[in-house]
């Protein structure tokens, strides 16, 4: 998919066709959209075919015809996996006269930033206009550790009514998202270093000032990583540690039913014995089956009693 926007008026307004100072947004393009962009764009095919793959790492480069390309790794809500969150390459490339943003699935990132740019955004603005998509990348990291971070306090707080394996699977598929959110933070900071050390993009002191900002969102960003991570990781072990304590509470309390139950079963199993020696036993003509078991019983439920604290 392929599409044209432009600022006109002050707004941003799609087109039907390439024109100076647009911006060209492609998603999962195919070669046809490919060579048609490349040819009225002048850009190597090789730079856009880049960004579309899905384990393509932040970096930032200047191509043989002057071109800058900016690889950053955004984030993305997944559907078909236990993973909830993940980051996919979204690749910008900077000609004299045009934005292309190359990216392999389609995403909110991108669609909102279609509908809602941001304030005062101008296409012929370039550099500017690669800012502010920077900075909505940063802030949409954000945003959804946020959800994350509510998204694991519910699921602890079904965990200690359930403690079923469902959730077990749910958190560890936070953790995972977390991982991933890290690593490409960490990347995406040390692209955005470069750019702000070197001469890829060309800033005013305004320009430097809102990449600064951005560097403190990825900042913040990484850090809430850090955190969220450690806090899982702890509550994962604590749930383990108790799921461990709960199975051994239980096999001590299977193991004294079980004692208990074998007394009766010893005494039936001799006084059954058909042996002569055997019928001289005390009460062995005595119905006092209903006793023995109202003995077990009632040491049964003394052990019940006590195990729950009735009684000390």
């Not at 909505?136 to 694991?152: D, G, K, W």
């Not at 969102?217 to 955190?227: G, T």
């Amino acid at each position: 998919m392929i599409s044209f926007w432009k600022t006109i008026d002050g707004k941003l307004l799609p087109l039907d066709n390439i024109e100076e100072n647009c911006w060209i947004s492609m998603v999962n393009p195919d070669d046809v959209e490919i060579k048609r962009v490349t040819e009225a764009a002048g850009v190597d095919p090789s730079v856009l075919r880049a960004a579309l793959d899905e384990e393509e790492t932040s970096y930032v480069d200047i191509t043989d015809d002057g071109h800058t390309f900016i690889t950053l790794d955004i984030p993305f809500i997944e559907d078909s996996s236990n993973v909830m969150y993940s980051t996919i390459p979204l690749g910008i490339v900077l000609t004299k006269s045009n934005i292309i943003t190359v990216c392999l699935k389609e995403n909110s990132l991108l669609s909102e930033f279609e509908r809602n740019p941001p304030k005062s955004l101008n296409t012929f603005v370039r550099t500017r206009f690669v800012l502010a998509l920077m900075l909505r990348v940063a802030n949409r990291f954000l945003q959804y550790l946020r959800q994350m971070n509510r998204i694991s306090d519910s699921i602890e707080e079904r965990l200690y009514v359930s403690q079923k394996n469902k959730e077990i699977i749910e958190l560890l598929g936070i953790q995972k998202s977390l991982v991933f959110f890290s690593t490409s933070l960490k990347a995406n900071k040390a692209t955005l270093d470069k750019i702000l050390k070197g001469a890829a993009l060309k800033m005013t002191e305004d320009d430097t000032e809102t990449l600064e900002d951005v560097l403190i969102e990825v900042h913040q960003a990484i850090e809430m990583c850090s955190i969220y991570s450690d806090v899982l990781s702890g509550t994962m072990d604590a749930f383990a540690s108790m799921i461990s304590n709960n199975l051994n509470v239980t096999m001590k309390t299977l193991t004294v039913i079980m004692i208990l139950m074998a007394i009766p079963t010893m005494v039936f199993s001799y006084y059954g014995m058909n042996l002569e020696p055997l019928s001289h036993l005390p009460f062995n003509d005595t119905a006092w089956f209903p006793f023995l078991l109202a003995v077990t019983l009632f040491l049964l439920v003394g052990y019940y009693f006590r195990r729950h604290h009735f009684f000390k």
